[in-house]
């Protein structure tokens, strides 16, 4: 059995790199002529789009972005987003902001197939669009800074593999199909499971519509069919926080092992408290001042990203590291008054391409 790396940051301990030297960086390249035309600006105005408001996910994401537009001094950060997390609730959104002629917009599609024609109204209108956490199926963004999800997923594998002692059935709770940052969590977790644990079994995945209940409810009836259920993989926050609610009221925590995505607050006291066995803590705060430093840095230059695609670390989180000050740093927060300038770094990734999940 392959045990887990519990090192602190162990998606970022690589080289990184300033994403300002790969953004400014380089000959004067094409850039589309209403990007041209937000480069003759000297302040620019970055809309944010999240992924749904109300996540300390993307509120910590939020905080990177605000800390860095202060500290760069020219930039105002303007955030909105749906209520869900909905292409049919976000793509109004993107539509009203493009009217107001923001410089850039980051954001968080919320379908990768279902975004791909709003966010190319945005560009054929003039604004430059990166993409932030997720994607979208197609080429046509500025740019990608996310974590790798991909990892992300073995590394919760991994996680549980060793928790519940290399055997015995397994079940992911996911958020949506059609959302890749879950999507690439749920095919990097099945393909560790598949190729490094012969003594595990994947019992597939179930939707929570991104909904903390949901996930608590199918979680409760997984338990009820699988009495021997060893161990539960959240995809992120809410699928991850329902699955531990159902635990809990269940009684199951310690028995049934538990790896969540990211690090929310109801999360963090999850792990505290035992029902949680570890986290895959998200860097978003350093996802938001990344992008913010690429977006001003292709704003004043009119060159385009290249390479196109950042990825910021993941964190595993334990009970046995959560004190660690290099551990809580990325622990997500509810206020950006407890946020701190990290000048985050991130390294080109290889490849950030949606693949399948089938
Ligand atoms: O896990 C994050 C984000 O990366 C994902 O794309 C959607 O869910 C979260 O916002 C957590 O709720």
Redesign the pocket.
């Known amino acids: 059995m392959k045990t887990l790396d519990r090192s602190v940051n162990t998606l970022s301990r690589r080289t990184v790199l300033r994403a300002s030297v790969y953004a400014g960086a380089g000959l004067t390249l094409f850039a589309p002529v209403g990007f041209r035309a937000a480069a003759r600006q000297d302040s620019f105005t970055i809309a944010f789009i999240q992924?749904?408001i109300g996540?300390n996910?993307?509120i910590t994401m939020d905080c990177g972005a605000r800390a860095k537009a202060e500290a760069l001094g020219n930039v105002t950060i303007d955030t909105q987003g749906p209520e869900r997390?909905d292409q049919t609730l976000q793509t109004p959104i993107l539509n009203a902001v493009v009217q107001t002629a923001p410089s850039a917009i980051m954001m968080?599609p919320n379908d990768r197939q279902g975004m791909i024609a709003p966010i190319q109204a945005a560009i054929d209108a003039g604004v430059p669009v990166l993409c932030v956490?997720?994607t979208i199926d197609a080429d046509i963004q500025l740019g990608d800074v996310a974590?790798d999800?991909v990892e992300g997923g073995r590394l919760a594998a991994r996680g549980l593999a060793e928790q519940i002692g290399g055997a015995g059935k397994v079940f992911v709770v996911n958020?949506i199909p059609g959302?890749?940052?879950?999507d690439m969590r749920e095919q990097g977790f099945r393909e560790a499971i598949e190729n490094e644990f012969p003594d595990i079994e994947y019992l597939g995945q179930e939707y929570s519509n991104?909904d903390a209940n949901v996930a608590a409810q199918i979680t409760a009836a997984r338990l009820q069919s699988d009495p021997d259920l060893s161990g539960i993989f959240g995809?992120?926050?809410?699928s991850a926080q329902g699955a531990a609610a159902a635990l809990r009221e269940q009684g199951l925590q310690g028995q049934v092992k538990m790896v969540g995505?990211?690090a929310?607050p109801t999360q963090v006291q999850d792990l505290r408290s035992e029902v949680v066995d570890l986290l895959i803590a998200?860097h978003?705060g350093d996802i938001g001042e990344v992008a913010v430093q690429l977006l001003h840095d292709f704003l004043s230059t009119g060159e385009p990203l290249d390479p196109k695609e950042f990825v910021t670390g993941a964190t595993v989180v334990t009970r046995d590291n959560i004190e660690d000050p290099e551990v809580a740093r990325y622990l997500y927060v509810a206020d950006c008054a407890d946020y701190t300038l990290a000048d985050a770094t991130a390294m080109p990734a290889v490849s950030l391409e949606a693949t399948p999940t089938a």
């Open positions: 992924g749904v996540d996910f993307y997390f968080a956490d997720t974590t999800n958020t959302v890749s940052t879950t991104n995809t992120n926050l809410f995505f990211d929310g998200q978003p």
